[in-house]
């Protein structure tokens, strides 16, 4: 362990919310002037952990992937923080002593950067993760960490100030709810205007969850595809390198069942090195695309094209408001690459933000 520095020992879910965590930093460090996350910053040099070459568990290999390429897709989707951070601001401007709940909070850092002084915070996230949170980030005053899954109803019983209005946030929730069948979901919403009645939350949600990595490359120009192309398959070997057997295995099942005119030879990574330099370009971007499906994994049956949908299960349900992730989000001081990105996902509608009030 480098001396003065806490190790955190890695799971699934550990992993998704270091990256998090890196890119609010990374975004902070690079782009001050438009989002800081001071405590984000202070983290990422707290943790004994190497953000661009450690290894990652299977699940999560394509954070090993996305981490190799000069689109900054954690980055740029920590800055839904900033847009939480304005929710948040507004509610507690109206309501100074609420009460707000950060639902799957992993190693969010909203609090210090939306805290008045006066209201009271709940993080709530599954027990190893609390765990970790409480290692790095001890309970300030006010702040309550609860280490509960979000379907366990017994959370809101911990929930002890309501008197002046409850705020949720749930920006890692996207995620999970993926995980979920339609009727979880439904029992989830449900189960906050049960208790919270009159309540607000304000989450991200994912319409397209599989077309968005399918045409994830058209987002990036041109001129630039074949060497991203050439990153993304070096990520994939840098994480072969560290790999233990039974997820090398995995992968390599993965590979041969991808619908490419011609098959590796055999399972080391020579074999898929030959392979792949025997595609044509576009055979190599439809590879990619078909293994970075697989790798997200099944998901539940809820996708919501329409958030409406969520007021018909629940008449108590009212959308306040709904929005395309980066809208009145500064490009000025952004490449164009980061530009382009942040456009193709507003104008196609991939990644919104979503305000309700149950």
Same mark, same amino acid.
């Given at each position: ?39 984000a910053v202070e983290l990422i040099e707290k943790i004994d952990y190497d953000f661009l070459s450690s ?52 190693l969010d850092t909203t609090f210090y950067r939306v805290d008045n002084g006066t209201i009271h915070w ?129 992968? =390599?099942?993965?590979? @041969?069942?991808?619908?490419? $005119? ?7 990574? !020579?074999?898929? &090195? #030959? ?39 629940? =008449?108590?349900?009212? @959308?306040?408001?709904?929005? $395309? ?7 000025? !001081?952004?490449? &164009? #690459? ?21």
């Open positions: 362990m480098s001396q003065g520095k806490v190790k955190v020992e890695l799971g699934n879910t550990s992993v998704s919310m270091l990256g998090c965590l890196w890119g609010r930093a990374q975004v902070s460090k690079d782009y001050n002037s438009l989002f800081y996350d001071a405590k290894d990652v568990p299977f699940e999560d290999i394509m954070y090993n992937i996305f981490r190799n390429i000069t689109l900054p897709e954690f980055g740029l989707f920590t800055l839904r923080a900033k847009q939480f951070d304005e929710k948040a601001k507004a509610y507690i401007a109206e309501h100074p002593y609420a009460s707000v709940i950060n639902i799957a909070a992993g709940y993080d709530l996230d599954l027990p190893p993760v609390i765990d970790i949170r409480r290692q790095l980030l001890p309970e300030p005053d006010r702040v309550t960490y609860i280490a509960k899954s979000l379907l366990d109803p017994s959370w809101f019983e911990d929930v002890k100030y309501v008197e002046d209005g409850i705020f949720m946030i749930a920006g890692g929730v996207n995620r999970v709810l993926h995980s979920f069948e339609d009727t979880q979901v439904k029992q989830f919403f449900s189960m906050l205007a049960d208790h919270f009645p009159d309540g607000e939350i304000v989450f991200d949600a994912m319409s397209r969850s599989a077309e968005g990595l399918r045409t994830l490359m058209d987002r990036i120009p041109p001129e630039q595809r074949d060497a991203t192309r050439e990153v993304w398959f070096e990520g994939l070997k840098n994480w072969w390198e560290k790999a233990p057997q039974n997820q090398k295995d995995k992968m =390599n099942d993965m590979i @041969v069942a991808l619908k490419t $005119p011609i098959k590796p030879r055999g399972k080391e990574w !020579s074999d898929f &090195e #030959e392979w792949w330099e025997t595609l044509k370009n576009e055979e190599k971007t439809e590879a990619l695309r078909d293994l970075l499906i697989a790798l997200r994994g099944k998901t539940g049956t809820w996708v919501p094209k329409d958030i409406h949908e969520i007021t018909r299960w629940d =008449n108590r349900i009212t @959308v306040i408001d709904e929005f $395309p992730m980066f809208k009145n989000i500064p490009r000025d !001081s952004l490449s &164009e #690459e980061m530009r382009r990105f942040m456009d193709y996902n507003d104008e196609r509608g991939e990644s919104s933000i979503i305000h309700l009030r149950v």
